[in-house]
Nanobody, 121 residues
Framework: QVQLVESGGGLVQSGGSLRLSCAASGQTERVYGMGWFRQAPGKEREFVAAIALNLGSTRYADSVEGRFTISRNDAKNSVDLQMNSLKPEDTAVYYC??????????????WGQGTQVTVSS
């Protein structure tokens, strides 16, 4: 089992910045990838950014490329999402996700409870 706790959401004006953090606990030694997804009211959950923990490689949704940066903090066992140049359309609940490799070669997906990000125009 892996537990994820997000923090750092809030209200910010358009053009502002926020930093989200996702702290992982439990069987974190089996986590090989972490990412952020978001869900706006009336819309499906969508991918935002991800990082491979072994290589540190990252990928981003086109809508956030160049504005958002995902990074890992090994000392805190956490993954952060730095969000700059925020737009009203970035308003959503942001969820942290962790991918875990099991001993029998399955992949399990864990989710945090979500943190609200609201960008005012």
């Amino acid at each position: 089992q892996v537990q994820l706790v997000e923090s750092g959401g809030g209200l910010v004006q358009s053009g502002g910045s926020l930093r989200l953090s996702c702290a992982a606990s439990g069987q974190t030694e089996r986590v090989y990838g972490m990412g952020w997804f978001r869900q706006a009211p009336g819309k499906e959950r969508e991918f935002v950014a991800a990082i491979a923990l072994n290589l540190g490689s990252t990928r981003y949704a086109d809508s956030v490329e160049g504005r958002f940066t995902i990074s890992r903090n090994d000392a805190k066992n956490s993954v952060d999402l730095q969000m700059n140049s925020l737009k009203p359309e970035d308003t959503a609940v942001y969820y942290c996700n962790a991918l875990v490799s099991t001993s029998d070669h399955r992949t399990l997906s864990y989710w945090g409870q979500g943190t609200q990000v609201t960008v005012s125009s």
